[in-house]
């Protein structure tokens, strides 16, 4: 009498699959980071799926933005609204409602999370204060806003990466 399998045992795959395009090649901090995606966005003889190379040109114009404290807090406390939560890169016209001008680093605010969130409930007030800020450059900063462009990301990360460079080389020359 012999004893039969109910199920049958998956056999291995002889060999492994071979993709005919080059694959994702992302770097996080810890490690290579391995995606299955086909390259998309080519920098520096590097290739990243789209998702990775959004993400590291938002994570590049997030710390160029950045510069540790709350530019707004000074505005924000006299509307009423506390300051709290993490330090974060603000837009000033809207990443979603107008991609043209997602990776300006004229666009961008150095803010707390608490304002952030205000200022998309509060669109007009908003408006109002960059209407303040920029002056005349308002009218001319909002055409390229409502121009309908595509980005090179390849082109956006390494713009945005050499900066990021250049800041740093700064910084160490200042201290």
Same mark, same amino acid.
């Given at each position: =009498?012999?004893?039969?399998?109910?199920?049958?045992?998956?056999?291995?795959?002889?060999? +492994?699959?071979?993709?005919?395009?080059?694959?994702?090649? &992302?770097?996080? +901090?810890?490690?290579?980071? @391995?995606?299955?995606? +086909?390259?998309?966005? =080519?920098?520096?003889?590097?290739? =990243?799926?789209?998702?990775?190379?959004?993400?590291?040109?938002?994570? @590049?114009?997030?710390? #160029?933005?950045?510069?540790?404290?709350?530019?707004?807090?000074?505005?924000?406390?006299?509307?009423?609204?506390?300051?709290?939560?993490?330090?974060?890169?603000?837009?000033? &016209?809207?990443?979603?409602? *107008?991609?043209?001008?997602?990776?300006? #680093?004229?666009?961008? &605010?150095?803010?707390?999370?608490?304002?952030?969130?205000?200022?998309?409930?509060?669109?007009?007030?908003?408006?109002? *204060? @960059?209407?303040?800020?920029?002056?005349? #450059? *308002?009218?001319?900063?909002?055409?390229?806003? #409502?121009?309908?462009?595509?980005?090179?990301?390849?082109?956006?990360?390494?713009?945005?990466?050499?900066?990021?460079?250049?800041?740093?080389?700064?910084?160490?020359?200042?201290?």
């Amino acid at each position: =009498m012999t004893i039969q399998r109910k199920t049958r045992i998956p056999r291995k795959r002889a060999k +492994p699959c071979a993709y005919k395009s080059p694959r994702c090649d &992302f770097a996080t +901090p810890t490690g290579r980071h @391995l995606c299955r995606k +086909p390259q998309k966005v =080519m920098w520096e003889e590097r290739g =990243m799926c789209l998702s990775h190379a959004k993400a590291e040109s938002a994570r @590049l114009w997030s710390r #160029l933005v950045r510069t540790g404290q709350c530019d707004l807090a000074d505005w924000h406390r006299s509307l009423g609204v506390k300051c709290g939560g993490p330090i974060c890169g603000c837009h000033g &016209f809207g990443k979603g409602a *107008y991609p043209s001008v997602r990776y300006e #680093l004229w666009n961008g &605010f150095s803010g707390c999370s608490g304002i952030n969130v205000w200022t998309e409930d509060h669109p007009l007030e908003w408006d109002d *204060y @960059l209407r303040a800020t920029w002056g005349p #450059l *308002y009218e001319e900063r909002r055409q390229l806003a #409502l121009a309908v462009r595509k980005y090179d990301l390849g082109e956006a990360i390494a713009t945005l990466s050499t900066q990021l460079s250049e800041v740093k080389r700064q910084k160490e020359a200042a201290v």
